[in-house]
């Protein structure tokens, strides 16, 4: 059993029949990459077996649900944290279980911290907040396949690679963005985001693709980092991890310039891009006007006390 796994039940008893059995990835995957990751491949575009792994994985607190001696779902759950539920056909109990889950979960939570709800499917967002959750945030996954574009920058800016001394830079851009931009509920700390560009440069910079499709635009009067899009690969496709303009630089086409830049570059190698997006976001405009589609929402909640 994982290390972090140790400081979780191997046996849960819900009442009624119900229980919960602790299972390690290897052995959860196999459950929860059909009922859970096959049943809502669509609202992410794509699950990949590999990436379905790497969540269980990651988590490392897989439960399946048992009801006498039948298997009928499984849960990623932990103290403060629960994610992914699914049922097993014929049963249909998704809402009581999912009662009995946050009964649960209250009882195993720290009191003075939020329950945190991850990824739920538009389709059961309703059961949730029946059951007092609240929505965090709401995103959609959008694609479109890739092609040869031409890419035109406006004037008064250059377009160039991202380096290591930009790192504080960016930082700052995109908190100002964000700080700007009325879908964005919640701000990281500047170190969030320096940290963010760093796994970019330390993951990502050496994949050729990546490098030329993530873009630091310059402004030439002032040499201030007034643009960025940070790319990584994810399910063998390019992912936009962030797109930031500065809100005085908006409205002038360095949005667009760096996604055509990325679909364009992106062509060489792949044949699809992908970005996730909050619900509220103005930008899904731009994106779907660049031949983007979305799905259904996914819904982040939390649970108080």
Same mark, same amino acid.
């Given at each position: ?16 029949? =119900?229980?919960?059995? /602790?299972?390690?990835?290897?052995? /959860? ?42 298997? &009928? ?28 889950? =946050? ?49 035109? =920058? ?138 983007? &589609? ?12």
């Amino acid at each position: 059993m994982a290390e972090q796994s140790q400081l979780l039940d191997d046996l849960i008893d819900l009442g009624d029949g =119900l229980r919960l059995v /602790y299972k390690e990835p290897k052995e /959860y995957i196999r459950y929860y990459s059909i009922y859970y990751g096959q049943k809502y491949a669509d609202y992410f575009f794509r699950r990949s077996t590999e990436t379905m792994i790497e969540v269980a994985s990651i988590f490392d607190c897989g439960y399946l649900i048992m009801k006498e001696e039948n298997i &009928i779902g499984g849960v990623f759950l932990k103290p403060n944290f629960m994610s992914d539920l699914f049922v097993i056909p014929p049963y249909q109990g998704y809402k009581g279980l999912a009662h009995k889950l =946050l009964c649960h979960l209250k009882k195993i939570s720290k009191p003075e911290e939020k329950i945190f709800l991850r990824e739920i499917v538009e389709e059961h967002v309703a059961t949730y907040i029946q059951k007092g959750c609240e929505v965090n945030e709401v995103n959609y996954w959008m694609i479109r396949p890739t092609q040869s574009l031409e890419a035109v =920058l406006p004037e008064g800016y250059l377009s160039r690679s991202v380096l290591s001394e930009d790192i504080e830079d960016i930082a700052c851009l995109i908190m100002k963005a964000y700080k700007a931009n009325p879908a964005y509920k919640q701000i990281g700390t500047k170190e969030d985001y320096a940290n963010h560009v760093k796994e970019f440069i330390e993951k990502y910079q050496t994949n050729r693709i990546m490098d030329e499709c993530s873009r630091v635009i310059v402004e030439q009067s002032t040499t201030n980092i007034v643009g960025v899009c940070l790319h990584m690969e994810f399910e063998q496709y390019p992912l936009i991890m962030s797109l930031a303009v500065d809100p005085e630089h908006q409205q002038k086409g360095i949005g667009r310039f760096l996604l055509t830049n990325s679909i364009n570059i992106s062509s060489k190698e792949y044949p699809a891009t992908r970005l996730s997006v909050l619900k509220d976001n103005s930008a899904i405009k731009l994106y779907e006007s660049l031949g983007f &589609i979305k799905n259904k929402s996914i819904t982040d909640m939390y649970l108080v006390y």
